[in-house]
């Protein structure tokens, strides 16, 4: 398990070893888990978007197009 991203916006785990990405929206308190493919792209993404600017707008545009997707609830042990 790796933290890939811990932002007011967003919090994101890889998952190295079952090929999965968790991203968990702060907001809203609510997340899913991307497995192969969709993870990889994800992952992809999530990187044009914090390559190309540091603005949290960003994130929270992003985001925006997985919101539909994100309904499991967050959970915190």
Same mark, same amino acid.
């Given at each position: 398990?790796?933290?890939?991203?811990?932002?007011?916006?967003?919090?994101?785990?890889?998952?190295?070893?079952? #090929? @999965? &990405?968790?991203?968990?929206?702060? !907001? !809203?308190? =609510?997340? $899913? &888990?991307? +497995?192969?493919? @969709? =993870?990889?792209r994800? +992952?992809?993404? &999530?990187?044009? $978007? =914090?390559? %190309? %600017?540091?603005?949290?707008?960003?994130?929270?545009?992003?985001l925006?197009?997985?919101? @539909?997707?994100?309904?499991?609830? @967050? $959970?915190? #042990?």
């Open positions: 398990m790796n933290v890939v991203l811990n932002n007011p916006v967003l919090y994101v785990v890889d998952y190295p070893d079952i #090929h @999965a &990405l968790e991203v968990i929206d702060k !907001r !809203r308190g =609510a997340g $899913v &888990l991307f +497995r192969d493919e @969709a =993870a990889c994800l +992952r992809q993404e &999530l990187q044009d $978007v =914090a390559s %190309s %600017s540091s603005e949290m707008d960003d994130f929270e545009d992003w925006e197009g997985y919101g @539909a997707l994100m309904n499991q609830p @967050a $959970v915190y #042990h």
